[in-house]
Every structure is written in C-alpha cells, then in structure tokens.
C-alpha cells in the first residue's frame, strides 16, 4: 500500500512512517519541518517539504505514487500557542485538513486517518473520558480539531467521494522522538 503521512517528520506520525515502512508499505511524508526533523523521517520514506496548507505542496506528495490512504497528522499541536494566535491556528489545523481533504479526493485515496485530540472535550464532566462524552473545546486548539474533524466525517458521509475514514482523538501521548 502507498501511504501519505502529512507531519511525518514529527514525533507521532515519524513513529506511524516507521511502523508502515517495517510492514512494507510504500511512505510518503510530506512535513513542512517547522516542527519536525529531517533525521526523524524513516529509512526508505520519501520526504517532500511542503506545508498541507498548499495545494502545490500536496499535489507534489501526491505525484510521488498513487495514493492509497492518507495518514493525516500535519498542524500546529501547541494549545498555549493556539491562543496567541487562534486564526493562524485554524488555518493551520482547518485549512490544512481541508487542503489534504481536496487533494485526497482529486486522487481518488480510499482512506482517510485524522489525528484528533481530547482537548474537544475541554474539561470532561467525569473520568473516564469516552467518545460518547460532550464535545466542549475550551482552547482554540481544541475548537480546530473539532472543525477539522467534522470536517472529515461530512466528506465521508456526504460527499460522491465517501473515503473510509477515522478520526483518532489522543491523549497524553509521550515517547522517543518527543
């Protein structure tokens, strides 16, 4: 299987870049590397530098193979930055799914995975936090990936294209690489 892994040169989806690699799947990343680094691009990916706000940029990864799923980590993950600057921070997060969406469709990619996060829930009204909870964002952080999220079910719901797709919402997530 081809696969784009967008942010693929961060700490999570370098991890993901890896483990598809180790299964035999063909890897290209495409990361901006404002957050990432170079050396943390996997043996044997294809890295194209590029921002997933870019239609040029996506259309440069998508030119590498015919895409078969697209693995959707790319955006800006800071929620204290996120208040310092919420409209950067929805084009990052909004607009950049959005773009990958639009080339994912042009492309005819199957499969959509989109890298969520808890902090839709803002302050949850109990322990443990489940999918059936309140959305409630409390950050701007949290309000983008709800956006972005959404977005991704309505494409997959009511779109011609209709790709498979999950939306994956983390929590504390720490490792190597971090």
Not at 117 to 140: H, K, R
Not at 149 to 172: D, G, H, I, K, L
Request: charged share 20%.
């Amino acid at each position: 299987m081809n696969v784009l892994v967008t942010g693929g040169a961060g700490f999570i989806a370098s991890h993901i870049a890896e483990a598809l690699i180790a299964r035999g799947d063909r890897v290209v990343v495409l990361d901006d590397l404002s957050n990432g680094l170079r050396e943390n691009v996997p043996e044997g990916a294809t890295l194209v530098v590029g921002d997933v706000r870019k239609a040029d940029d996506i259309e440069a990864a998508f030119a590498i193979a015919p895409i078969d799923a697209v693995c959707h980590l790319a955006g800006q993950a800071s929620t204290f930055r996120s208040f310092d600057s919420p409209a950067w921070d929805m084009e990052v997060n909004g607009m950049g799914t959005a773009r990958m969406l639009e080339g994912a469709r042009k492309h005819g990619v199957g499969t959509f995975l989109f890298a969520s996060s808890m902090t839709i829930y803002g302050v949850p009204p109990g322990l443990p936090v489940t999918e059936d909870m309140p959305w409630d964002p409390i950050a701007y952080y949290g309000v983008t990936k709800l956006a972005a999220e959404r977005a991704v079910f309505v494409t997959a719901t009511q779109s011609e294209w209709a790709p498979r797709a999950v939306c994956y919402r983390m929590f504390n997530v720490y490792g190597e690489r971090q």
